[in-house]
């Protein structure tokens, strides 16, 4: 630890942030904590009544000044108080903050919350069910990533249309259904979709899309002699139906959007919500922002700026993966709200909500 002689400096040489002395973490810490609590600046008359080392305001000052030349915290322009900047709330998450462990009862709470939805029809629901109790125990909306592929398939039925569209049913082993309309060929017999229904059928079972694609390519491959080709073209079409490209593979639920419009503080407040609303419906950057977590174990937290692809830097996301019965993980859940999160709550909550959602979905 640094020694800090009374008038010292706010850093001892060469020792970067993390040698912050202690009045000047205590200060910092303040600052970070009043705005996470309020949002609103804070001065340096407050801050002197609020610290624990008996301190004027105008040293206060001088230390609030060595904090802003470090961009720890900066000066609104409508106010003499000052404010963390993203760097000084990413220093205040990583260096000072202390994440507490959630208490038993917070445990149960979240528990009961999110196990209460294991009636539900399909995982999606069940997720979508387990978002909204999220998002009303964070005051965030809530969001999830999830990977249709990932579904174990239980029967695909094929549903002539007309004389060159097929309906593709696909029924999952949690009771979803997914319905694809494919182009025949002129000429494709009747028996040839009930033909390829049952070659299909018994190879699908119990698999994931994926695993099923890989597998009945393998099978086309080996054995053509035994199907037609006109049937086996209504494979290869089914196939290549369900392949969907990447974007149809992955599915984004956001709930509680509406905790976005809280306590906002001024225009720029609605603009910024404004536009993270925008690129919540846009889906595309929100969801390779929360592909990056699917990489990395435990807790990721992005703060502002650091969503390169939000046009919102104004707001933080903390999101962990969430795995299936095999340990794999299948997808991401967590929280998008205001830099001003209460993150010392947040981060436990959504990382115990992601342990749930995992024994749920291992169900």
Do not use: C
């Amino acid at each position: 630890m640094a020694h800090h002689d009374p008038i010292g400096h706010l850093i001892t040489p060469n020792a970067g942030l993390a040698q912050l002395n202690e009045r000047s973490r205590d200060i910092f810490r303040q600052i970070v904590e009043s705005y996470l609590a309020t949002g609103e600046p804070v001065g340096s008359r407050n801050i002197s009544r609020l610290i624990t080392m008996p301190l004027s305001p105008a040293s206060v000052r001088n230390v609030m000044s060595d904090l802003e030349q470090l961009g720890l915290i900066y000066a609104p322009h409508t106010s003499a108080g000052r404010l963390p900047t993203e760097l000084g709330l990413r220093f205040f998450v990583d260096a000072l903050m202390q994440v507490g462990d959630l208490t038993e009862p917070e445990r149960q709470s979240i528990e009961s919350q999110l196990k209460s939805v294991g009636g539900a029809t399909s995982v999606e629901a069940a997720l979508s069910e387990a978002l909204t109790r999220l998002s009303g125990l964070t005051r965030a909306a809530a969001v999830v990533l999830t990977q249709k592929s990932n579904v174990r398939l239980k029967h695909i039925e094929f549903v002539r249309l007309e004389p060159t569209q097929a309906l593709v049913v696909l029924v999952a082993e949690d009771g979803q259904v997914e319905n694809r309309v494919l182009t025949l060929q002129p000429g494709v017999p009747s028996s040839a979709l009930t033909e390829a229904s049952n070659f299909l059928n018994a190879r699908i079972r119990g698999r994931t899309l994926a695993e099923a694609r890989s597998e009945l390519e393998a099978a086309l491959t080996a054995g053509r002699s035994e199907l037609d080709q006109l049937t086996q073209k209504v494979i290869a079409a089914g196939i290549a139906s369900w392949s969907g490209g990447a974007s149809d593979e992955r599915q984004l639920i956001v709930r509680g959007h509406a905790n976005l419009l809280e306590d906002l503080h001024a225009m720029e407040d609605l603009e910024r919500v404004r536009l993270l609303f925008d690129d919540l419906e846009a889906k595309k950057g929100v969801i390779d922002l929360l592909g990056r977590a699917e990489r990395a174990d435990g807790v990721r937290i992005f703060i502002g700026s650091e969503n390169k692809l939000f046009s919102l830097s104004g707001s933080s996301t903390i999101i962990a993966p969430y795995r299936d019965g095999a340990g794999h993980i299948v997808g991401v859940l967590g929280v998008i709200g205001p830099t001003r999160l209460n993150y010392a709550r947040v981060i436990p909550t959504v990382d115990y909500a992601a342990r749930i959602v995992s024994q749920l979905i291992g169900k």
